[in-house]
């Protein structure tokens, strides 16, 4: 049995990942920062596998609440989900909204990935996983202020990674395209190229136990995203993708 914290336990692809890993018997810590929303996911867990969950209320710009995450009962598995779809055209009028969109979308997560690294550096064990995005791959005119803070989690955990590839803890960061949540709800129609939850939360398992360094979900973004990365600027700029 292993223990899994799950930071942003709300979302729809961390609600999918916490059903996997409890129907497998393992011990959940879900924290997220609504608590009904929480409760509601807890005794869910519960009745379905009979799960052990604790629940954690956190909102994840408060910084200063991070390092209580890992005091004690530290988990085997620490996965951050959370994160907003930036208004890229209110983003571009309104700095503060920019600004706040770093903070969720960023800071937090640096901030917390180094309060668990730190503590799964001294123990010598354990696997950080965080989810990024394809739109971390290239800086598009549509959606640069998310996809750059997803490029900054990318090159964090590179460095990450770096870091703690002499002792025994691995750092895998997840690539989703296009998929149909809560956060993409107001995208319509949604096309072939979308995946369900479900299947993102298989690809997060599979990608935490083989220890991925990098894991696009589903498959085919690889192809994609290696495409779009080396289509030349000039193309690029007069295709306004
Ligand atoms: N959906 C996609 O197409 C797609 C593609 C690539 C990457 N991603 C990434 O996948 C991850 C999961 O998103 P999702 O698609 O599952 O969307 P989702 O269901 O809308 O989940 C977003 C989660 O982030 C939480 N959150 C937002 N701001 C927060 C804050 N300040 N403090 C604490 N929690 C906060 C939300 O909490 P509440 O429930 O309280 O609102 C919610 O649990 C995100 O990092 C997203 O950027 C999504």
Redesign the pocket.
């Known amino acids: 049995m292993k223990h899994i914290m799950i930071y ?7 609600k999918q990942v916490a059903h996997l890993y409890a129907k497998r018997g393992d011990r959940l810590t879900l924290v ?3 608590a009904e ?1 929480l409760e509601t996911i807890k005794s869910d867990l519960e009745t379905r596998y009979s799960a052990q969950v604790k629940t954690i209320v ?4 408060d910084y200063d609440s991070h390092s209580t995450l890992f005091e004690d009962d530290l988990p085997d598995i620490f996965l951050i ?5 930036t208004d890229q055209d209110k983003a571009q009028s309104d700095n503060s909204y920019l600004l706040n969109q770093f903070h ?2 960023f800071f ?1 997560q640096t901030s917390l990935l180094t309060h668990a690294a730190n503590a799964f550096e001294k123990r010598g064990s354990g696997t950080l996983c965080v ?5 971390g791959d290239r800086g598009r005119m549509s959606n640069y202020a ?1 996809g750059s803070a ?1 490029a900054g989690i990318e090159a964090f955990c590179d460095g990450l990674r770096h870091r703690l590839s002499k002792v025994n803890v691995g750092v895998v960061l997840i ?10 709800a107001h995208i319509q129609p949604k096309g072939a190229l979308w995946a369900k ?1 479900e299947k993102v939360a298989k690809d997060i398992v599979n990608a935490i136990e083989k220890n991925k360094p990098v894991k696009y979900t589903p498959g085919i973004w690889n192809y994609i995203m290696f495409i779009i990365r080396n289509i030349p600027r000039f193309i690029f700029h007069a295709s306004r993708l």
Do not use: C, W
């Not at 956190?58 to 710009?61: K, M, N």
């Not at 989703?176 to 993409?184: E, L, N, V, W």
């Open positions: 942003g336990a709300s979302s729809a692809m961390a997220a920062r609504n929303k956190q909102e994840a710009t989900a959370h994160g907003i779809l969720t979308n937090s989810i990024g995005s394809v739109a998310y997803k690539k989703p395209g296009f998929t149909d949540t809560p956060m993409t939850p």
